[in-house]
């Protein structure tokens, strides 16, 4: 069984930036599609970014056109994939969760495809 904890959330005004992070409780090498979403207040679960792992560790990132430029997913080691988050904007603010899976995810921006997913941690973004 993975388990993912998410860490980094937080207030910042708007223009600023944060960082999530998402440990996992196995070595990524298992893993080969992490994903981000987000849920705003009163909103569904929406898609904010994906990498996926190919054979030979190349890997490759996937964004949601709101967030395209803006925001950036990187794997930092083994065990930590990494959300960074620029010139943040209000409608950025929700609840996000980190999410994995086994396989290499042909629909990774959907969430019912991953079978793995963090607890959640809220990021607000003031005007």
């Known amino acids: 069984q993975v388990q993912l904890v998410e860490s980094g959330g937080g207030l910042v005004q708007a223009g600023g930036s944060l960082r999530l992070s998402c440990a996992l409780s196995?070595?990524?090498?298992?893993?080969?599609?992490m994903g981000w979403f987000r849920q705003p207040p009163g909103k569904e679960r929406e898609f904010v970014s994906a990498?996926?792992?190919?054979?030979?560790?190349?890997?490759?990132g996937y964004y949601a056109d709101s967030v395209k430029g803006r925001f950036t997913i990187s794997r930092d080691n083994a065990n930590t994939v990494t959300l960074r988050m620029n010139s943040l904007k209000p409608e950025d603010t929700a609840v996000y969760y980190c999410?994995?899976?086994?396989?290499?995810?042909?629909?990774?921006?959907?969430?019912?495809?991953?079978?793995?997913w963090g607890q959640g941690t809220q990021v607000t973004v003031s005007s």
């Open positions: 999410a994995a899976d086994r396989d290499y995810l042909t629909n990774y921006a959907h969430s019912g495809e991953y079978d793995y």
């Open positions: 990498n996926r792992w190919s054979f030979g560790s190349t890997y490759f």
């Open positions: 196995e070595r990524t090498i298992s893993i080969r599609t």
